[in-house]
């Protein structure tokens, strides 16, 4: 606990900052070992370099909270008189200047509770310091993604396994999350693509209830289950019962992109090297054009997190991170395809933890 | 969709503001009638009084964002380049000098990021307006709510049907889950809440793999289905097998107070009104002490929206709103117990959209 707490305060040293506070999310889930809602009702831990930690917690959470190992002072609050006396009560006591929060996490009206009472406080955004103790994942967090990986692996064949000609994608969908929990998903990592034909070019598509998958058509699923926190997130795409040649020779491209980014990962190789790796195969093809996003993300306790496997990223790779790399290529009147794998960096290269059949296969 | 913005701009005037920023999520999808990711991409869609309207969009959403009816300027930005330039080019092109933005829904990076592009901007919090824009349900609202409370309650009846002594909280959340999409959800409203023993006390507890349920436990299930992006939150509490006098009075006094909440819901009575009617039964109790959250709080494309049901609250009901009415009380090296109804605001008091039997029900 305590040296968790350290590094948080050799953040706010680095930063020239007084002090950190934290939020409900993955960097509390990491350091506390426990979680709670992120709500209307604002929870915010503070450590400060020097001095004792506080929390801001709701009156209603205090149990909880205090099944958490903390050492310090805890300003908790009513429904009935709202949270604002707790931050003024906080800021009261202390005498820092500045802090550091997680922009990603925390919430404006949190910002504002905070400035206001204490208006010269600066705020200042230190997301990406305090997500990178997340970066190099523990043994244990390794072998809860191997679970949450096998578990939507499974999920996943028994799925498409049921895949009949005239199913809709929200029947898709609703199969595999039964499935997901089935197999033993304690949650979804995300709410799940399954995408046919022309809506699987979207990155985000949601499932129709009215399009039937038919003969020919590309099916994208993109999804992952959570087990103990940690979040898979695979993709592959199918094919309806016959495939062209033209889709696939698309199919093969990203194949290719996705086993060259792999095949890139070695410690002290940077985010940025995977992406060139991947990105070159997809630019050398005749379908440069339907290139939309970068090769992957870091993936743990969120299933977006660092590191970004993108352009312009030169932090190093080190044993213990955990990313995908998930080249697609997508046209919106069309069609598109992508192939995503969990991959964990070792001392010698890369083990993907997918192991999901890549091959293009023929379904239904 | 016009009169979407107009509403907006209404909000801004009112405010004394020159204009609103709409981020994803509730308020976006009741405007625009789709949604997109909160993830670390920002997306956000600006509204100023005079003038046109102007978005931020990552470039890989372009294809979803097209689909909405949005009559405006839209900076794209991609993830190789990052999105500090596109809020630059968004407000360079403005003269505004406020905007009001959604405090619950906007993360800090954003709000960093717009007061980047234009430090001298004023930023309030608007959450409260904006969201009362939701405040009223169309009928097309409420008959989602009306489904997703359908599919809620037939997934609890098939669960508790199933629940036998010996079984973990897990294994019951895991089998309410599967019910669930089985049933038609779209998506869990949240995470349920599925608690036995003193883990009942604890308002947001999350469910043990190790912990069977055992005869005489409390077990509380907090729970709801979302269909067509509106949720429903229902809780009920069971005995397993047999249950003492006192927990049977424990129980009546909460099922008292729900009723009491129900029956003083009319148009025109107050949110703290309701408030006072509900704990009042409580707080007249021998277990007074029990008491740990207001009585209830605003329902639809989020799960917790306005009207909050609280003492302070002196909103007044209108005809259209929906609101849980869910008193407990919780002694936390004890159990505890909640009884929780979805009510919509009628022309001449209340209508209870749940109709799952809450008499004290012996299970297993």
């Known amino acids: 606990m305590t040296d968790k707490l350290d590094a948080l305060r050799a953040i706010a040293k680095k930063m020239s900052l007084d002090a950190i506070a934290i939020v409900p999310g993955a960097n509390f889930q990491r350091i506390f070992g426990a979680d709670f809602h992120q709500n209307e009702r604002p929870l915010m831990v503070l450590v400060p370099v020097d001095g004792t930690p506080s929390a801001i917690v709701p009156n209603l959470e205090l149990g909880s909270f205090a099944a958490i190992d903390f050492d310090g002072e805890v300003y908790d609050w009513k429904d009935q008189t709202g949270y604002q006396s707790a931050f003024d009560a906080m800021f009261e006591k202390t005498s820092i200047q500045s802090i550091g929060v997680e922009g990603q996490s925390m919430r404006v009206f949190v910002h504002h509770a905070i400035a206001k009472s204490k208006p010269s406080l600066a705020i200042a955004d230190a997301q990406r310091e305090i997500a990178s103790l997340r970066l190099v994942k523990s043994d244990q967090e390794i072998a809860a993604l191997r679970k ?25 969908e609703s199969s595999l999350i039964q499935n997901l929990y089935g197999s033993g998903a304690d949650d979804l990592s995300f709410s799940p693509i399954v995408a046919c034909d022309s809506n699987s070019a979207k990155p985000h598509a949601s499932a129709r209830d009215d399009v039937p998958v038919k003969p020919g058509d590309a099916l994208l699923i993109d999804f992952g289950a959570k087990v103990d926190g940690l979040c898979a997130d695979i993709t592959r795409t199918f094919f309806i019962q016959h495939c062209d040649d033209r889709s696939r020779a698309i199919y093969e491209t990203v194949l290719q992109a996705n086993l060259a980014g792999i095949a890139s990962v070695v410690p002290g190789a940077t985010a940025a090297d995977i992406d060139d790796a991947t990105t070159r195969v997809l630019e050398a093809s005749a379908y440069a054009d339907r290139i939309h ?50 991959i964990l960096v070792t001392e010698t290269g890369a083990e993907s933890l997918t192991s999901f059949d890549k091959q293009l296969t023929l379904i239904a």
């Open 293 to 342: 996003h970068k090769t992957g993300h870091g993936l743990g306790r969120e299933v977006h997190e660092d590191p970004y496997i993108m352009r312009g990223n030169d932090e190093k790779l080190q044993a213990g991170m955990v990313f995908t790399i998930e080249p697609g290529l997508y046209q919106l009147d069309d069609f598109g395809v992508r192939i995503e794998d969990d």
């Open 148 to 172: 949450a990986i096998s578990v939507s692996e499974n999920a996943l064949a028994k799925t498409i396994d049921a895949v009949k000609v005239g199913m809709t994608e929200k029947d898709i």
